[in-house]
T-cell receptor
Framework: GAVVSQHPSWVICKSGTSVKIECRSL??????MFWYRQFPKQSLMLMAT?????????EQGVEKDKFLINHASLTLSTLTVTSAHPEDSSFYIC??????????FGPGTRLTVT | DAKTTQPTSMDCAEGRAANLPCNHS???????VYWYRQIHSQGPQYIIH???NNETNEMASLIITEDRKSSTLILPHATLRDTAVYYC????????????FGAGTRLFVKA
């Protein structure tokens, strides 16, 4: 299956600052990527669908101006958490959609906002 | 909303088979059953998927009832490393469709 990496694996930032998380598909050209958020002891919550070369589609209740997604190439999507607050502290996971059935997940990025 | 119902948690003895049930009574004809698992603090890992026939791979077996309203994931010889949250997901088969996760089943494999 496809190898998906995320960078950084963990990050600590101060309240009010912005943080960028990268998701890379290392061996697969991904026209579609997904971003998820997971709070402790909870399931993954889909935030948005990222399509290469077009605007992301956000799930209901997710603020698009706060969580900026850029999918500029077939191997890279970025999620920027703007003006981060402690309640944005979470585990952020991206996934890459394969041609058929496959969906490969990254290892996740743990964000802590102090 | 997730279209599946799973038990919150299950225990299994190491070396024994782990049978994880899933109800998906509203599954549509073009929807597949997928199983993923998530080991603590890692991204989800694909296990297996099926449409209506039983499926087996090197990780697990998937048994789907004839009416497709439920399924069972079988880990034939559970090890301690199989301790994880297991998610049963129903969705159409093309990879570009978003995957919605339910609460999953927390499997504890005990020595």
């Amino acid at each position: 299956g496809a190898v998906v990496s995320q960078h950084p694996s963990w990050v600590i930032c101060k309240s009010g600052t912005s943080v960028k998380i990268e998701c890379r598909s290392l061996d697969f050209q991904a026209t579609t990527m997904f971003w998820y958020r997971q709070f402790p002891k909870q399931s993954l919550m889909l935030m948005a669908t990222s399509n290469e070369g077009s605007k992301a589609t956000y799930e209901q209740g997710v603020e698009k101006d706060k969580f900026l997604i850029n999918h500029a190439s077939l191997t890279l999507s970025t999620l920027t958490v703007t003006s981060a607050h402690p309640e944005d502290s979470s585990f952020y996971i991206c996934s890459v959609a394969g041609g058929s059935h496959e969906q490969y997940f990254g290892p996740g990025t743990r964000l802590t906002v102090t | 909303d997730a279209k599946t119902t799973q038990p919150t948690s299950m225990d299994c003895a190491e070396g024994r088979a782990a049978n994880l049930p899933c109800n998906h009574s509203t599954i549509s004809g073009n929807e597949y059953v997928y199983w993923y698992r998530q080991i603590h603090s890692q991204g989800p890992q694909y296990i297996i998927h099926g449409l209506k026939n039983n499926e087996t791979n090197e990780m697990a077996s998937l048994i789907i009832t004839e009416d497709r309203k439920s399924s069972t994931l079988i880990l034939p010889h559970a090890t301690l490393r199989d301790t994880a949250v297991y998610y049963c997901i129903v969705r159409v088969g093309t990879g570009g469709f978003k995957t919605i996760f339910g609460a999953g089943t927390r499997l504890f494999v005990k020595a």
